[in-house]
């Protein structure tokens, strides 16, 4: 396969991210995180914060993983 590699990038849930006259839950992600995937190479892939069942099947996809901080990474 090639190409360039696909990097998983966790986001964190905000739970009133606002928008113009629109306040949802959101997935998140500084933007800095998928330029600098991209800048070295990568194709960034946002996770978001899902049913943790799906997540090995969501890993074995990808070919690197970023684990952003955010307010629910818990050290």
Do not use: H, Q, S, T
């Given at each position: 396969m090639g190409g360039?590699?696909?990097i998983g990038v966790s986001t964190y849930?905000?739970?009133g991210a606002r928008w113009g006259v629109w306040e949802l839950a959101a997935a998140l992600l500084p933007a800095a995180y998928p330029r600098l995937v991209q800048r070295a190479g990568g194709?960034?892939?946002?996770?978001?914060p899902d049913d943790p069942s799906?997540?090995?099947?969501a890993v074995a996809r990808?070919?690197?993983?970023?684990v952003a901080?955010?307010?629910d990474v818990d050290p």
């Open positions: 360039r590699p696909l849930l905000e739970a194709l960034a892939c946002m996770l978001p799906l997540a090995a099947a990808l070919d690197g993983l970023v901080g955010g307010p």
